[in-house]
């Protein structure tokens, strides 16, 4: 049959050695991604013949900035995994949801492995698990990869949503309400100009407008646009710049602290809040 294939991602330091080691055990190949020295490790999860996971490099985002971006969004983009398994440093959660949020863009079935939940909770701290995943619109594993603990759940949530092609619930992480609008309608805009191009070229909608947006030029250069569309496209942005008062890269990166804010401030109990609670 047909191999599931995940690739596992996330920041440096979040524990995805660690994971990716206790999915596979011993069954591990090493190579080389294409063309690039970086090391491309694969192997298939502990009693599940027919599943492959690549162990992409830690990264902090998806912008072409470094080789191991480069290469982690051309494998996701590329070779299209029927899944993703992301994991975030459950005590740093803030700077690693960034990167969930561009994945979660993506649009390909995504778990998200919240990791080194035992320091947080040897803290006193505590997440809202639920509220966590209803606002990411993914499932959400609290895990201990270097425990063991929450690795099966990780597995078992992982093999369904890629078996089902369970996409993530949203991926308008805009509020529409707050200063944010702008940029909100911006991105509409660009999905709706580049939608045939997006699709020609096989990149995500949403992933293509934001990058777009960020005037990334790979991205750019494989939408085809025409002169006229990409004037459009320019007429777009510098009026988004001129409401929201901040460059394009600016204003983007606004766009995703302020959904992570939002959603730290509701889901995640700080180690002196919870024993607050608790007098
Ligand atoms: P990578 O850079 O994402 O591959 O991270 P590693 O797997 O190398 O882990 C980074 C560090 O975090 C190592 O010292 C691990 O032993 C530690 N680590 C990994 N998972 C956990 C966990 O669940 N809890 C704790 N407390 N430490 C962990
Ligand atoms: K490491
Ligand atoms: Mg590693």
Redo the contacts with the bound molecule.
Sequence with gaps: GTILTFALA???????????NQLTGSNQHVGNFPGVTVDRKSGEIKNHPNTEVVDLP?IYSLSPYTEEEIVSRQYIIGEKPKGIIN?VDATNIERNLYLTMQLIELDIPMVLAL?????VRGNGGSVRINDMEQMLGIPVIP?????NEGVNEVISHALHVAKYQESPGKKDFCDKNDHNGAVHRCVHSIMHLIEDHAVAADIPLRFAANKVIEGDSRVIDALKLTQNEKETVEHIIIQMEEERGLDRAAAMADMRFSFIERLVSSTVIKPEESKERER
């Design positions: 996330g920041n440096q330091n979040s524990g995805k050695t660690t994971l990716f830690g994991i990791n080194m939940m035992d320091e895990i201990s990869a270097s425990k």
